[in-house]
């Protein structure tokens, strides 16, 4: 069997992990419909439905030791990370045997240990500088690291959005922002939020590149999603990928999402990312039925051994509200140094506090044409200058590398 | 050793914290090149370099979700407010982000957030306010307000240690007026320890920042008079060391709390509920108060004397409190 070429392979192990990723996340949906239906589920039920590909194609193409933050559709996300359906099922039910142990619900977890999962909180646009830290910090500590996080199109309007990209993008920190237009905020379209075709255009302000992928191609997904990771890593800054989705439910599962024109929603459902993955493994004979149906029994058997977890796990107790405010020595603060801690201890550390401006400024500035080029830390001239040609572009399955801005020297002295 | 300003005692904290310990790192507006608008971080970026002691554009949302996130590295990231005031642009994450962490899914966040706080020189509505009492209602931060050099520096090291984040309020009308001697060798803080400043059978007064100094003018003219007042300095506003409140107040049996935070939901009627609640048979009068006024700061030199606590209000007080 020859698989197809891409410009970042995939194998078939790797290629039946995409689909048991995004089948699982789907029937783990349907399974906790299946459960506020019976009032098992506290409180409100977010769907990814439609939007597997996208969440799991851009997990899939991260390390072990990279981070993500997940936002409520990115089940698929935390599934790729290592968490079990029980994990989120719990969250949902409340349950005690939760993550969160009942403190928090939804994908509101994580685990800064092993998984490298930071928990997202509800204000949309707050974990873009959060994982731009964590990039800056993995960085500091000589860690190779990228750091991951999704937002929707409506959350791409917060000033939180726009202060973390911005700082991200200054400090050329190594993460990478999903941004899924499911084409509706709750209840209003993309049109009604911002003037823009392609929310991938915001990287343009930020002076970084941005991509545009079908969203429902998981393998399209994670060719653009691994070229961007790649680029984070190597140290070339942040990159902003728009993965062009639908949510193919309400916003919750209170709304029967009535404002939705009914053909849009048919246009989508024929571009539903998992048939459209079956046939593209089918076409290229990754697969057979036995493989099919193998992952299938599989996916079966989990759920049902979780959801028996979970449904045996009681609520919690009643006392646990009042523990857990302040951390008093429950947890150790540990930070991974991967590299020699006397690089960032004076003398090694000690440098010149003064700034290079290589750009004075005006508009017809003789030193150089682009009047974004500013006050800059030492080296760190070149930058905004190199980055005003990168802009919006598809990088679909297999294209070429993005022209990419010179920009390894556009740093401060010993940051690396 | 010379005497030191408050200011100086920030900067040696910062400074001996970062040699002792290569996961503290700095962030901030301008804290690099220009060493910070106050100079509290003067000649770190010198010491420490570029990743250490980092310059931020204008984005506070963005460097406390930075620090979140370098604090979720295990590092202790120490955030600067330009002026606590602007600390408003990032009230979500520090009250839903920092705040919460830890509870709701064991995320501890050991970081700090300190900036100059406070009224007493003609900042206006905007370079003035005394934002304690947003935080201390919010579960999960610690708030600090120390009124000396050596508090100043001991508290910021405590809470540069501590896994959890601390807010230290500073105030800058006292940045450069205390001054003192400090040990030479490390030493901290305890965060939720009240100090007494003056011993006194008569009164108690529960005050910190730098209504401490305006306390103590009082308290030497109150004796003066016979009156024999106990100056308590809170330091630590959350969590507030309760019991040294009560066990003055069982000594003097009344209680005067004086703060430079405005009067409707300053921390004073926390205290007096505290009071009530513990030792309300110890109470041998009512407890008053003596704070600014409900309005914002205001800038025009008689306006803000006028909007402020003077050590006559805090007299005046006390002899009513002592009649009783
Ligand atoms: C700052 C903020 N404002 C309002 C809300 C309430 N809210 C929750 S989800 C949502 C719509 C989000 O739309 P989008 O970002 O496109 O994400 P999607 O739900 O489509 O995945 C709104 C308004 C919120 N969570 N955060
Ligand atoms: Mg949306």
Redesign the interface.
């Known amino acids: 069997m020859t698989l197809p070429e891409m410009k970042y392979p995939l194998s078939r192990d790797q290629l039946l992990d995409l689909y048991y990723f995004m089948k699982l996340t789907r029937e783990l949906d349907e399974q906790l419909v299946r459960l506020f239906r019976q009032n098992k589920v506290v409180g409100g039920l977010y769907s990814s439905i439609g939007q597997e590909a996208s969440a799991v194609g851009t997990a899939y193409t991260l390390e072990k030791r990279d981070w993500i933050a997940p936002m409520i559709r990115n089940v698929g996300g935390l599934l790729v990370k290592g968490f079990r359906p029980r994990d989120i099922l719990m969250q949902y039910m409340a349950r005690s045997g939760a993550?969160?142990g009942g403190?928090?619900g939804t994908s509101?977890?994580?685990d800064?240990q092993d998984r490298h999962v930071?928990?997202p909180?509800?204000?949309l646009g707050?974990l873009?500088?959060?994982?731009?830290?964590?990039?800056?910090?993995?960085r500091?500590?000589g860690q190779k690291i990228v750091?991951m996080t999704w937002i929707g199109d409506g959350g791409t309007s917060t000033?939180?959005f726009h202060?973390?990209m911005?700082?991200a993008a200054?400090?050329h920190a190594p993460f990478v922002c999903v941004v899924e237009n499911n084409q509706w905020a709750y209840s209003t379209p993309v049109a009604r939020q911002v003037p823009l075709k392609n929310l991938a255009d915001r990287a343009r302000a930020y002076g970084i590149p941005g991509y545009v992928v079908d969203g429902n191609d998981v393998i399209a997904v994670y060719q653009a999603t691994k070229e961007a990771v790649e680029l984070a890593r190597r140290g070339e800054g942040p990159v902003l990928v728009e993965s062009k989705t639908m949510r193919m439910k309400g916003h919750a599962q209170h709304d029967p999402a009535g404002y939705v024109p009914p053909e849009m929603f048919e246009y989508w459902k024929a571009r539903d990312p998992l048939a459209l993955y079956e046939k593209w493994l089918t076409e290229n004979k990754v697969w057979d039925k036995k493989a099919k149906d193998e992952i299938e029994a599989r996916i079966e058997r989990e759920l049902k051994e979780d959801i028996e977890i979970a449904e045996a796990s009681p609520l919690p107790n009643a006392e646990e509200a009042e523990r857990?405010?302040?951390?008093e020595?429950?947890?150790t603060?540990?930070?991974?140094?991967e590299r020699p801690?006397a690089e960032?201890?004076?003398p090694k550390?000690?440098?010149?506090?003064?700034?290079t401006v290589p750009d004075f400024g005006a508009l017809n500035n003789a030193r150089g044409s682009a009047p974004a080029a500013a006050a800059s830390?030492?080296d760190d001239g070149a930058r905004a200058e190199a980055h005003s040609n990168s802009s919006a572009k598809s990088a679909p399955a297999g294209s070429g590398a993005p022209k990419r801005p010179a920009r390894a020297e556009a740093r401060?002295?010993?940051?690396r | 050793m010379a005497p030191v300003t408050m200011v100086e005692a920030i900067r040696e904290a910062l400074d001996e914290e970062m040699q002792r310990d290569p996961s503290v790192v700095l962030i901030g507006e301008d804290i690099g090149v220009y060493g910070g608008a106050f100079k509290a971080t003067e000649g770190l970026l010198a010491k420490y370099g570029w990743e250490r002691v980092i310059d931020t554009p204008i984005s506070e949302t963005a460097i406390i979700g930075a620090a979140v996130g370098m604090s979720y590295q295990g590092l202790r990231p120490v955030a600067e407010m330009q002026f606590i005031d602007f600390i408003a642009c990032c009230f979500n994450q520090m009250v839903n982000f920092v705040a919460k962490s830890h509870y709701r899914w064991g995320g501890p966040v050991p970081m700090v957030v300190r900036g100059p706080c406070g009224g007493g020189v003609h900042g206006g509505p905007f370079h003035s306010q005394n934002p304690e009492m947003w935080f201390v209602h919010t579960p999960g931060l610690k708030v600090v307000y120390p009124s000396t050099a050596y508090d100043a520096k001991g508290l910021l090291k405590s809470a540069i240690r501590d896994n959890n984040p601390v807010l230290c309020l500073e105030h800058k009308f006292l940045y450069r007026r205390v001054k003192e001697e400090l040990p030479a060798e490390d030493y901290t803080v305890p965060i939720g320890k009240l100090a007494v400043r003056r011993p006194g059978r008569d009164l108690t007064i529960a005050t910190y920042g730098a209504m401490t100094l305006h306390s103590l003018d009082a308290a030497e003219e109150l004796a003066k008079e016979g009156i024999e007042a106990e100056v308590l300095d809170l330091r630590t506003l959350m969590p507030l060391d309760r019991q040294g409140i009560i066990d003055s107040v069982r000594k003097t049996n009344k209680l005067l709390v004086v703060h430079e935070d405005v009067r409707s939901g300053g921390i004073a009627g926390e205290i007096a509920a505290t009071v009530n609640e513990q030792a309300f048979e110890d109470l041998d009068g009512p407890i008053l108060r003596v704070t600014s006024l409900d309005t914002p700061v205001p800038f025009s030199p008689p306006l803000e004397e006028r909007f402020l606590p003077q050590v006559a209000d805090i007299t005046r007080a006390a002899r009513e409190l002592a009649r009783y």
């Open positions: 993550p969160t403190k928090d509101h977890f994580g800064l930071v928990s909180i509800s204000m707050d873009i500088p959060v994982m731009t830290g964590v990039a800056m910090g993995g500091y500590l750091t000033g939180a202060e973390g911005n700082l200054a400090q857990g405010v302040y951390c020595g429950c947890h603060i540990e930070a991974h140094w801690i960032v201890q004076p550390a000690s440098v010149q506090p003064v700034w830390a030492p401060p002295k010993g940051r």
